[in-house]
């Protein structure tokens, strides 16, 4: 027999006889009689392992067990939710800034009103992701240390990372199950092994791009090789580190839809569960606090001026360079290193500023003051939609009144107001005292986008449909909600503080920190002309789903749902059936019974056309603020402004319908998801106005220009007035 057949003995169906057939080398059916039992081989170590190195998979196992107990069961799930929001809070700051500090917080905040479940897994996800980084950083740091120091070993432990890199997660996911079990270690641990070869890589580089001659000059003066490490490599290698550490997070977060297959808890397996059991509502909601959660790590881990982006497209960059995460580190030598002069400063205030400035102070100071002023009378008004005891049933609220911080007055939107009324004093008093020094946003245009929104508010608060008694089966005596002195001094102070603001836009000397693009930004006006689209569909969308007791089951349906009972009592045999036919008819009561109340018409506040409108107001504004009409800077700049607040108003108005049904709604009264329609499409307004917003500063002037001579002296002149050929910010 050739080397190229082999005999193969089969059975002859007819007589039962043994026959050989020579099988050829061409023949598939030759692969099974050469078979390599590699996946045997591989089972039997797995079990040889598990049977006899069980002290070591503790050992292993230990230091993963133990962090995800201190860190996750016993501290985060424990804890306050407050005291997490307020530590993350800490940590941002400490770590990037205030404002991002801020956006985390706010983040978090929307996590926990989502429900206490979904911030329990939330804090379950933050603490499970973290107790992978903090073992990757760890372990990654000091393995990419060495391997920046010692060539052999790096030769050594590149090949293993370009292995966990290639190989999947599913093939070493089932061994690791054998040794760890189901749950959130073996979870881990499969993270760890994905995601921590892009923290060892970009270390390694780090320490590698050092140059050489600080290095040997260090050594020239006597340090020590520790010395040399620590206070030369690891500072100078700094910004590949902490991109690598941002890198290992981010696919860290990209793995936790394993994790959750895995058993482990958090928003990944809520997802799951939501996809199994195919509720939107549950992905909806945990989907939003899975975003929130990766958005806030990723924020707080990038390095400070490190390009920032969408988060999914820096995770999918960072799956794209999984086996190149060097790419991912800029060029330094490209990026342009800009030095101030020592003869700048910021234009300071001009004589034309000082009056529309103080108009802008006024109205801010009483839109602040009207927050604790009386908004309602007698009666509730938003808040009656969603708790029939603030529509002054039988009297029983005849003769008070209700401020705009109470949540049967203002609540919502006299909160906001007031946040509104203190940025626009705020902003007036940064711009006097340091012109151009202060924070970005409490200049003129964003006291301008404050006053505009808080306007709007108040404005929609008093042209809101208060609830009838044709709205609610029980309003017997459903007073009207008189308007409170508040609301009218709210609105005063919003059109005094935007009258001053636009006086004070059009004086400000601001200018961009680059040349705007010429020409019409179409792209603008199309995103812009999408937002007023999902506007007229959230007009028309539910703004109020009202599910309460006395509206679901009536009278009828209620009888039939007692003869239902009575036959289960006499037919028990028929119980499974007659259970079935029970939560069909209670279903079809919820369905048929359900108040649906749009932004338009019908039994609603009218809150969606007025934001349909104000979302109009924004189109019009966006058409020189594009460029429709000219190419002026300054002009683009000051509409953009105007749009910017008109949308913020919109997403206000929304906001605060929302809100204040969160805060004081009985159960089974819910705001629409045509509110969440109109915060998306005025979110999206304001977006769009950010190109143009974040490139205009103060501008500033030389004493070179104003003096005629290289000094900085305070040259009264230079300050009050604009000097010809002055540049914006550096």
């Known amino acids: 027999m050739s080397i190229g057949t082999r005999a193969v003995t089969v ?103 989502l429900g206490g479940h979904y911030w329990l897994e939330t804090v379950r996800t933050i603490g499970f992701i973290l107790v992978a980084v903090v073992i990757c950083v760890l372990i990654g740091i000091p393995v990419g240390i060495v391997c920046g120091r010692v060539d052999s070993f790096w030769q050594v432990v590149r090949p293993i990372l370009d292995a966990m890199q290639v190989v999947h997660a599913f ?13 959130e270690t073996s979870a881990t641990m499969v993270t760890m092994v994905f995601a921590i070869p892009p ?109 920032t982006g969408g988060l999914l497209k820096r995770i999918r960059m960072a799956w794209r360079h999984r086996s190149n995460p060097e790419a991912l580190i800029p060029d330094a030598s490209a990026s342009a290193i800009v030095k101030y002069r020592q003869d700048e400063r910021f234009a300071g205030l001009a004589a034309a500023e000082r009056v529309p400035m103080l108009v802008t102070l006024i109205g801010g100071a009483l839109m602040t003051v009207s927050a604790f002023l009386a908004w309602t009378i007698n009666a509730g008004k938003l808040s009656a939609y969603g708790r ?110 935007v009258v001053g603001a636009v006086g004070w836009i059009r004086t400000a000397p601001h200018s961009p920190l680059h040349p705007l693009p010429v020409g019409v930004a179409w792209s603008r006006l199309i995103g812009v002309g999408i937002a007023i689209l999902v506007l007229a569909g959230g007009m028309f969308s539910s703004w109020s789903h009202d599910r309460r007791g006395g509206q679901i089951v009536t009278p009828e349906i209620q009888a039939e749902l007692d003869e239902i009972e009575r036959q289960m009592e006499e037919r028990p045999q028929d119980i499974a059936a007659l259970s079935t036919e029970y939560q069909i008819t209670f279903e079809k009561s919820r369905i048929d019974n359900l108040i649906v109340t749009d932004g338009i018409t019908g039994k609603g506040t009218g809150l969606g056309l007025w934001a349909f409108l104000v979302g109009l107001a924004a189109a019009a504004t966006t058409l020189p603020a594009a460029g429709v009409f000219g190419s002026d800077e300054r002009r683009k700049w000051q509409w953009s402004t105007i749009t910017a607040g008109l949308g913020a108003g919109s997403t206000a108005l929304a906001l605060t319908w929302i809100l204040v049904q969160v805060r004081s709604a009985e159960p089974g009264y819910l705001s629409g998801v045509g509110s969440l329609m109109a915060l998306i499409a005025g979110a999206f307004v304001v977006a769009s106005t950010m190109p143009v917003l974040k490139e205009f500063r103060r501008s500033k002037v030389y004493a070179a220009l104003a003096t005629g001579d290289d000094s900085a002296g305070d040259d009264s002149e230079a300050q009050d007035a604009p000097v010809a050929g002055a540049s914006g910010p550096a």
């Not at 190195?53 to 306050?80: C, G, Q, Y």
């Not at 093939?171 to 749950?183: A, K, N, R, S, T």
């Not at 520790?226 to 793995?255: C, Y």
């Not at 009324?421 to 151009?436: E, I």
Request: proline letters at 3%; charged letters at 15%; a negative charge.
């Open 11 to 113: 059975l002859a169906q007819a007589s039962g006889t043994e026959e050989t057939e020579t099988v050829g080398i061409w023949d598939n059916r030759l692969l099974d009689e050469w078979t390599v039992p590699f996946g045997d081989w591989v089972e039997q170590a797995v079990f040889w392992i598990a049977n006899n190195l069980k002290l070591l998979l503790d050992i292993v196992a230990w230091p993963f067990d133990t962090l995800i107990r201190l860190l996750v069961r016993d501290f985060l799930s424990e804890v306050s939710w407050l005291w997490v929001v307020m530590a993350m809070f800490a940590i941002a700051w400490l770590a990037r800034n205030v404002k991002v500090a801020s956006f985390v917080a706010v983040a978090l905040f929307i996590c926990g009103v």
């Open 388 to 497: 029939w005891s603030d529509a002054s049933l039988e009297g029983e609220l005849d003769g008070r009144s209700f401020s705009g911080l109470d949540a049967s007055g203002g609540s919502w939107v006299g909160l906001i107001v007031l946040v509104a009324g203190l940025f626009v004093v705020g902003a007036v008093a940064a711009s006097y005292f340091r012109p151009g020094r202060g924070p970005r946003w409490l200049v003129v245009d964003g006291a301008l986008i404050a006053a505009i929104a808080g306007l709007i508010l108040s404005v929609g608060h008093l042209l809101a449909r208060p609830l009838s008694a044709t709205d609610t089966p029980v309003a017997s005596g459903v007073a009207d909600p008189g308007t409170g002195i508040g609301v009218i001094v709210a609105t005063l102070g919003g059109v005094i503080a």
């Open 171 to 183: 093939v070493y996911m089932l061994p690791i199950i054998w040794f760890f079990g189901v749950g």
């Open 199 to 307: 923290l060892i890589r970009l270390t390694n580089l780090g320490i590698r791009q050092v140059p050489g001659d600080v290095v040997e000059a260090s050594r020239a003066y006597g340090a020590r090789e520790m010395k040399v490490l620590f206070d030369v490599q690891i500072p100078l290698a700094r910004p590949a580190i902490m991109t690598g550490v941002n890198q290992t997070l981010l696919l860290a977060i990209s793995m936790l839809g394993i994790a959750a297959i895995m058993g482990a808890g958090g928003l990944g397996q809520t997802m799951f569960r939501a996809i199994s059991n195919q509720d939107a509502a549950l992905g909806a909601s945990s989907g939003l606090a899975f975003f929130l959660v990766a958005v806030v790590l990723d924020r707080m881990s990038q390095r400070e001026g490190a390009e």
